[in-house]
C-alpha cells in the first residue's frame, strides 16, 4: 500500500455553538474536491476518523474556558505547521467572554446544585492568547466563501488573500445606500471587519459587528454619529452582541457607558 501523502487537514472545537464547522459543512460540492485534496485527519463533527499527527492545516473553531483547554490547544499548536482560527468564539473570545467582566463564581452558584465540579477559568479568551496564530478567519459564523479561499490558496501553495477593511468598503462595492447617514440607524459598518459581503446592510439592517473590528478600528471618531441616531444603551448592546471584549469594540462599549451617564 503506497503512503498517503496528501496533507492533513484537522478541526478542533472548543467553547463555541459548532456554527463555524457547521459552514464548513455548508460547502457541499466545493467540500468534496477539497476532501480529495487532504487527509481529513481529525474532525469529529464530521468522521470518526482520528488520524495521528503532525498537521498539516488546522483549522480552531471555539475559545479558551477551562484549564484543560489552555493546556491542549498547546498540544494542538506543537502538533499543527498550520494553525488558523475560526469565527468570533477563537478571534475573540465570543459571546461567552461576556463572563469576562461578571462573577464566574456567583453565576455558576446560580446555576448548578453543585459548582465545586466545575473546573473553568474566570474568562473566555481567544486561542491567539495563549498560542501563535497564522491566520484568523473572522464571522460568526465565518464565511464559507471565505473558508474555501484559504485552503484552496494553502493547497496551492499561494498565500491566502484576506482583506483588512471595514464593511462600509463592501457596502459602496455593492451599492448599498449608507444606513447611518441616509436613514439615521445605528450601524457598525465603520469599525468592523468586512467578510460578510455587508449582509445586514443590503437586507436594510446596520451592521451589528458579528465578524469584530476591523485593524483600523476607530471607535471614537463613530462615537458621535451613533450618539445623534440611538440611545447609549443601545449602542453598548450593539458592542456587547457578538464580539463583547475585542479591545476596539470595548472602548466603544465604554464610550457609549460615558455618554449614558452624562444624559
Given at each position: 500500500?503506497?503512503?498517503?501523502?496528501?496533507?492533513?487537514?484537522?478541526?478542533?472545537?472548543?467553547?463555541?455553538?459548532?456554527?463555524?464547522?457547521?459552514?464548513?459543512?455548508?460547502?457541499?460540492?466545493?467540500?468534496?474536491?477539497?476532501?480529495?485534496?487532504?487527509?481529513?485527519?481529525?474532525?469529529?463533527?464530521?468522521t470518526r476518523t482520528?488520524?495521528?499527527?503532525?498537521?498539516?492545516?488546522?483549522?480552531?473553531?471555539?475559545?479558551?474556558?477551562?484549564?484543560?483547554?489552555?493546556?491542549?490547544?498547546?498540544?494542538?499548536?506543537?502538533?499543527?505547521?498550520?494553525?488558523?482560527?475560526?469565527?468570533?468564539?477563537?478571534?475573540?473570545?465570543?459571546?461567552?467572554?461576556?463572563?469576562?467582566?461578571?462573577?464566574?463564581?456567583?453565576?455558576?452558584?446560580?446555576?448548578?446544585?453543585?459548582?465545586?465540579?466545575?473546573?473553568?477559568?474566570?474568562?473566555?479568551?481567544?486561542?491567539?492568547?495563549?498560542?501563535?496564530?497564522?491566520?484568523?478567519?473572522?464571522?460568526?459564523?465565518?464565511?464559507?466563501?471565505?473558508?474555501?479561499?484559504?485552503?484552496?490558496?494553502?493547497?496551492?501553495?499561494?498565500?491566502?488573500?484576506?482583506?483588512?477593511?471595514?464593511?462600509?468598503?463592501?457596502?459602496?462595492?455593492?451599492?448599498?445606500?449608507?444606513?447611518?447617514?441616509?436613514?439615521?440607524?445605528?450601524?457598525?459598518?465603520?469599525?468592523?471587519?468586512g467578510g460578510c459581503?455587508?449582509?445586514?446592510?443590503?437586507?436594510?439592517?446596520?451592521?451589528?459587528?458579528?465578524?469584530?473590528?476591523?485593524?483600523?478600528?476607530?471607535?471614537?471618531?463613530?462615537?458621535?454619529?451613533?450618539?445623534?441616531?440611538?440611545?447609549?444603551?443601545?449602542?453598548?448592546?450593539?458592542?456587547?452582541?457578538?464580539?463583547?471584549?475585542?479591545?476596539?469594540?470595548?472602548?466603544?462599549r465604554r464610550l457609549?457607558?460615558?455618554?449614558?451617564?452624562?444624559?
Amino acid at each position: 500500500m503506497t503512503e498517503d501523502r496528501r496533507p492533513k487537514l484537522a478541526v478542533w472545537k472548543f467553547a463555541s455553538c459548532d456554527g463555524c464547522q457547521l459552514s464548513l459543512l455548508d460547502c457541499e460540492d466545493e467540500l468534496l474536491m477539497v476532501a480529495g485534496a487532504v487527509q481529513i485527519a481529525q474532525f469529529t463533527e464530521a468522521t470518526r476518523t482520528v488520524l495521528p499527527g503532525p498537521y498539516d492545516i488546522s483549522l480552531v473553531e471555539g475559545s479558551i474556558t477551562t484549564p484543560h483547554d489552555a493546556e491542549r490547544i498547546r498540544e494542538i499548536r506543537r502538533s499543527s505547521k498550520l494553525l488558523i482560527t475560526i469565527g468570533a468564539c477563537a478571534t475573540a473570545g465570543g459571546v461567552q467572554a461576556l463572563r469576562n467582566t461578571a462573577d464566574v463564581a456567583e453565576m455558576a452558584r446560580a446555576v448548578y446544585p453543585h459548582p465545586e465540579y466545575l473546573d473553568v477559568l474566570a474568562t473566555s479568551t481567544p486561542i491567539a492568547d495563549h498560542v501563535d496564530v497564522d491566520l484568523e478567519l473572522r464571522g460568526c459564523p465565518i464565511d464559507k466563501g471565505q473558508l474555501l479561499h484559504v485552503l484552496t490558496s494553502l493547497l496551492a501553495g499561494r498565500p491566502p488573500q484576506i482583506r483588512d477593511e471595514p464593511v462600509c468598503v463592501s457596502c459602496k462595492r455593492a451599492g448599498v445606500t449608507c444606513i447611518l447617514v441616509a436613514e439615521g440607524r445605528a450601524c457598525l459598518g465603520p469599525v468592523t471587519h468586512g467578510g460578510c459581503g455587508a449582509l445586514c446592510p443590503r437586507y436594510d439592517r446596520g451592521c451589528f459587528g458579528c465578524y469584530g473590528p476591523a485593524g483600523d478600528a476607530n471607535p471614537e471618531a463613530l462615537a458621535r454619529p451613533l450618539a445623534a441616531v440611538a440611545q447609549p444603551e443601545q449602542v453598548a448592546r450593539l458592542y456587547s452582541t457578538i464580539n463583547p471584549r475585542a479591545e476596539a469594540f470595548e472602548r466603544g462599549r465604554r464610550l457609549a457607558v460615558l455618554g449614558q451617564e452624562e444624559t
